[in-house]
């Protein structure tokens, strides 16, 4: 199995991992965006997304932003500030951006926000580039 192919067991965004969030992206001007639907099996307290799958989807659309440039990053630090518990079985939009790049280091954001504008969390990352990918 090569690379890509073992990059597709990914647990937020891979496409062969039956248990994974199948999270798909799109880049919108600068920003880097993903939509996802929390199901039951996604939930902490009875209706409410656990805490984990929030930041998994924070990290997750922040440190793929510089994937699809052709990078390889890692999450050397990940702060999540909680504002409003997310329910289940709402769209969620996650929307990560760049705020800074210093070298090998970057910063980033990135917020969860349900269909009537409300933001449930706000994430910041400092990610490392630790190589570019293969082609």
């Avoid at 939009?93 to 954001?109: F, H, L, P, Q, S």
Wanted: charged letters at 25%; one cysteine or more.
């Amino acid at each position: 199995m090569n690379q890509e192919e073992r990059n597709e067991w990914c647990f937020a965004c891979g496409k062969l991992n039956p248990i994974g969030l199948k999270m798909q992206f799109s880049e919108q001007e600068d920003k880097y965006v993903a939509e996802f639907t929390p199901g039951q099996e996604h939930q902490s307290y009875d209706g409410i997304v656990h805490g984990g799958i929030i930041s998994t989807l924070l990290d997750e659309t922040m440190g793929r932003y510089y994937y699809i440039k052709g990078f390889h990053t890692v999450t050397a630090k990940l702060e999540v500030r909680f504002r409003h518990p997310t329910p289940i079985g709402q769209k969620i939009t996650v929307i990560g951006w760049v705020t800074k790049e210093r070298g090998k280091m970057i910063e980033m954001a990135a917020k969860t926000v349900l269909p009537d504008g409300t933001i449930t969390a706000e994430g910041k990352a400092v990610l490392m580039i630790v190589g570019e990918l293969a082609s």
